[in-house]
């Protein structure tokens, strides 16, 4: 060890900033690619809605606007669909995740209510990658 | 490689080390701070830049292998083993080459094997969900990865300069 202790570096250097750098990029690369401005305009969604484990509706997000309510365990939550976006506004369920998770608009993104046993997700409608990095 | 039964025996010992340290930080997730699933401090990390720095990369590599297998062992899922080594091994071979450059400190290159680290778990996320829509969350993930880097960097440092004077590993071996 101490032949080597002397090249061994306990204390930052410049180069290290270089390597921060080089990290900080690539999540800024990464996310611009996931959620910039490029990823919103992509292929029609489609809005999956299932209840207790079965799918309730398969519809494109385009021609699902409007409000639509589901039940199941009890619990009635209200979806609003407008302006390619899907929320939920209102849910009587303990929890309210569903109700804060706000809207979501891109594919892959899911709202969840656990205690209605509901899940809202949101598909490309290819149903391909719609984006291969590397 | 030869082992000599000193290396050997402080292998062991700091597998045992960074087990305890991820059973540890198991036990008090910070996902309970930080509303991301998967986050994790990466303590064991920890024994695995230190191994790396002092004993060398055979042995480190050693003391990761063992650690993940265990570890995988212990939570009895194939599934925690696969991310554990997946990411495991992206960030050894990562900061085995970063170290390379006499340039970095013990900083980057923890830093750069946190990322690497965060980077594998991703790949095995895709693998074991079959869905590239995952990588949607590296962004995040390598957020994370430069403050637990750095974490990591700073308590391996103070290890370093204070073990400086142990003459843990026989370097007369290499003389």
């Not at chain 2, 790949?123 to 995952?134: E, Q, R």
Request: aromatic residues 6%.
């Amino acid at each position: 060890m101490k032949s080597n202790s002397s090249t061994v570096k306990t204390r930052p250097t410049p180069w290290d900033a270089l390597v921060f750098a080089a990290v900080a990029a690539l999540a800024v690369l990464t996310a611009l690619v996931f959620y910039g401005p490029k990823a919103r305009t992509n292929a029609p969604l489609t809005c999956v809605v299932s209840v207790g484990g079965e799918v309730m509706d398969h519809v494109p997000l385009a021609s699902f606007a409007g409000e639509h309510t589901y039940s199941h365990n009890g619990y009635t939550l209200t979806v609003r669909v407008s302006g390619g976006q899907v929320e939920v506004l209102h849910s009587d369920c303990p929890g309210q995740d569903c109700v804060h998770s706000g809207p979501i608009s891109r594919a892959g993104q899911s709202l969840v209510c656990l205690p209605a046993q509901v899940v809202i997700h949101l598909e490309s409608g290819t149903d391909g990658p719609d984006v291969i990095v590397g | 490689m030869k082992f000599s039964v000193k290396k050997l025996a402080l292998c062991a010992v700091l597998a045992a080390l960074a087990l305890g340290l991820s059973t540890l930080e198991n036990l008090f997730p910070v996902s309970l701070i930080v509303p991301l699933p998967g986050v994790k401090l990466g303590l064991a990390n920890i024994v695995t830049v230190f191994a790396l720095y002092e004993l060398g990369a055979p042995e480190a590599l050693a003391i990761l292998v063992t650690r993940c297998l265990l570890g995988g062992l212990f939570s009895g899922t194939a599934t925690a083993l696969l991310f554990s080594l997946l990411g495991g091994l992206c960030a050894m071979g990562v900061m085995i080459l970063l170290k390379r450059s006499r340039r970095l400190s013990v900083y980057g290159v923890s830093v750069g094997g946190a990322a690497a680290h965060n980077a594998g778990q991703i790949l095995a996320a895709m693998i074991t969900l079959g869905n590239t829509m995952v990588v949607g969350y590296l962004p995040f993930l390598l957020a994370v990865a430069l403050i637990t880097g750095t974490l990591t960097g700073f308590v391996v440092s103070l290890l370093l300069r204070a073990t400086a004077h142990l003459h843990l590993t026989n370097q007369s071996d290499y003389r």
